[in-house]
């Protein structure tokens, strides 16, 4: 089975340094995204792991432990600006090798399988 | 903003009806997923358009269908619909199936249906 878990919300405050945790069991991994989310809007890309480790991009990091099925999100010098939803989501393949239809010149797709998020409110 | 655009943005319908909902995909995306994201939930996925053909499903009934054109651009058809269809549509466009690059979601189609 598919089974994604963070927390439903966390608090902070602006200046604050907040660490979003994410479990996770998939019959497949091609990596893992982390995705932003304001209400009523589109989610947005933030950071993507496939091997072990931290990715750092300004003040989001990401951290992946692929033998301990874990990743989290950290977010640095919060602001006001970053209250949103955060999204954990694993990509995993849609297709198995035996529906492959070589002539078409298909591949195996991927999804994003996602966990419920996690709605963090930074306060001043 | 991703280059991707859904229509409508939003949509009431009657439980029983059925509704079409669009996406155009970001240029040089051959690839659309197309996920359902109710209220307090995270997406889910519902199918995947490559080359025209959908290339993956998840655990949504047959009445839940697509088309992609040769443009890349999509159709998810939802008919005899359900209160509990009531929710977000999001589309995400990416450059190629196979492999995880990023998806680009829309900023999707809110469906109601009472």
């Known amino acids: 089975g598919q089974n994604i878990d963070q927390p439903t919300e966390m608090t902070a405050t602006e200046g604050a340094i907040v660490q979003i945790n994410c479990t996770y069991q998939?019959?497949?991994?091609?990596?893992l995204f982390w995705y932003q989310q304001h209400a009523g809007e589109a989610p947005t890309f933030l950071s993507y792991?496939?091997?072990?480790g931290l990715e750092e991009k300004g003040r989001f990091s990401s951290f992946l432990s692929r033998s301990k099925g874990y990743s989290y999100l950290l977010l640095k010098e919060l602001q006001m600006k970053d209250s949103a939803s955060y999204l954990c989501a694993v990509s995993s393949p849609t297709t198995t090798s035996s529906a492959l239809e070589p002539e078409r010149g298909n591949q195996a797709g991927t999804a994003l399988i996602f966990g419920k998020g996690t709605t963090l409110s930074v306060s001043s | 903003e991703t280059g991707v655009t859904q229509s409508p943005t939003h949509l009431i319908k009657t439980r029983g009806q059925q509704v079409t909902l669009r996406c155009s995909s970001q240029s040089g995306h051959n690839t659309v997923s197309w996920y359902q994201q109710a209220l307090g939930q995270g997406p889910q996925f519902i199918f995947q358009?490559?080359?025209?053909?959908?290339?993956g499903r998840g655990n949504f009934p047959p009445r839940f269908s697509g088309l992609q054109f040769p443009n890349y651009s999509s159709e998810l058809n939802v008919n005899a619909l359900e209160l509990d269809d009531s929710a977000l549509y999001l589309c995400?466009?990416?450059?190629?199936?196979?492999?995880?690059?990023?998806?680009?979601f829309g900023q999707g189609t809110r469906l109601t249906v009472v």
């Open positions: 998939t019959s497949g991994f091609n990596g």
């Open positions: 358009y490559y080359r025209e053909e959908e290339n």
């Open positions: 995400a466009s990416s450059s190629q199936t196979g492999a995880p690059t990023e998806a680009f």
């Open positions: 792991n496939v091997l072990d």
